[in-house]
């Protein structure tokens, strides 16, 4: 089985700060990962897919990166409606979830 | 517009079995994959299940290999987890989503199933 090791698990950031967010997978994924945001009390929300395609809809501050079995999530210029949590899949053999990351405000 | 709405949680005790249904709208459900992913109070995220478009081939992962079986009708536009011998560690809220084909872009609101005696 793939796993998923993400980082960090709680993150701080101010207005307007750029955050990025890690995914290191056991073995090389070839690309097939995603990152979903889930605010709280809310089902998660695709925002990335194929490491670096952005979904529909989703403001262009949010981007991915990444190749192998290292893959990077990052939001330039935070706003407040970006304090949620994020989650990195992999489906390139099965599905495995990240552990999460928590942005908070500083 | 998607969508995905899941029924069927509810508390239930340990060793006792229970069976969610997701009725799928606004778009052609039998062209699509479809998931279960569950989330324990305060965790993350865990996938359950999959289904191909017609429900000849289903995947599992080893918590719940054995336990659970997804299945669906496409003349109802409904996807099903049945759940058995379950137990403390399957309670969580469970959402069915949407593959296209094999990340999620829509998910339902969850349900909640609380396993307790």
């Known amino acids: 089985d793939i796993q998923m090791t993400q980082s960090p698990a709680s993150l701080s950031a101010s207005l307007g700060e750029t955050v990025s967010i890690e995914c290191l997978a056991s073995e090389g994924i070839s690309n097939d990962l995603a990152w979903y945001q889930q605010k709280s009390g809310k089902s998660p929300q695709l925002l990335i897919y194929a490491a670096s395609r952005l979904q529909d809809g989703v403001p262009s501050r949010f981007s991915g990166s990444g190749s192998g079995r290292d893959y990077s999530f990052s939001i330039s210029n935070v706003e407040s409606e970006d304090i949620a949590s994020y989650y990195c899949l992999q489906y390139d053999n099965l599905w495995t979830f990240g552990g999460g990351t928590k942005l908070e405000l500083k | 517009e998607v969508q995905l709405v899941e029924t069927g949680g509810g508390l239930v005790q340990p060793g006792r079995s229970l069976k969610l249904s997701c009725v799928a709208s606004?778009?052609?459900?039998?062209?699509?994959?479809m998931y279960w992913i569950r989330q324990a109070p305060g965790k993350g995220l865990e996938w359950v299940s999959s289904i191909n478009t017609d429900g000849g081939s289903t995947y599992y992962p080893d918590s719940v290999k054995g336990r659970f079986t997804i299945s669906r009708d496409n003349a109802e536009n409904t996807v099903y987890l049945q759940m058995n011998s379950l137990r403390s560690e399957d309670t969580a809220t469970y959402y069915c989503?949407?593959?296209?084909?094999?990340?999620?872009?829509?998910w339902g609101q969850g349900v909640m199933v609380t396993v307790s005696s």
């Open positions: 989503a949407r593959g296209k084909p094999y990340y999620f872009d829509y």
């Open positions: 606004g778009f052609t459900f039998s062209s699509y994959w």
